[in-house]
Nanobody
Framework: QVQFVESGGGLVQPGGSLRLSCAASGTIFSFGAMGWYRQTPGNQRELVAGITRRGSTIYVDSVKGRFTISRDNAKNTMYLQMSSLKPEDTAVYYC?????????WGQGTQVTVSS
């Protein structure tokens, strides 16, 4: 059974940095493309960064140059390095395959950017 567990969120001041981790059960290499998503109250989850099995990446315009997605297939782990954080980055962050599979959603990790 596939399970993703997100961690690394927290409260950070504007301009600060956080590194999120996504631990996957099973072998993520076999999942192919994966992504980090975020959701704010009243809104749908949006894909903010994606990475293919071989490491090609995509980003939503609002995070380009500030976020970096990476994956370690040997450790079955994916990361999201976030820097120059803004209040509008506040959200619950989730990892999933790309495109997402409904039954794979985990609990997410809360990121709050506030002074």
């Amino acid at each position: 059974q596939v399970q993703f567990v997100e961690s690394g969120g927290g409260l950070v001041q504007p301009g600060g940095s956080l590194r999120l981790s996504c631990a996957a059960s099973g072998t993520i290499f076999s999942f192919g493309a994966m992504g980090w998503y975020r959701q704010t109250p009243g809104n749908q989850r949006e894909l903010v960064a994606g990475i293919t099995r071989r490491g090609s990446t995509i980003y939503v315009d609002s995070v380009k140059g500030r976020f970096t997605i990476s994956r370690d297939n040997a450790k079955n782990t994916m990361y999201l390095q976030m820097s120059s954080l803004k209040p509008e980055d506040t959200a619950v962050y989730y990892c999933n395959t790309d495109p997402a599979v409904e039954i794979y959603w985990g609990q997410g990790t809360q990121v709050t950017v506030s002074s």
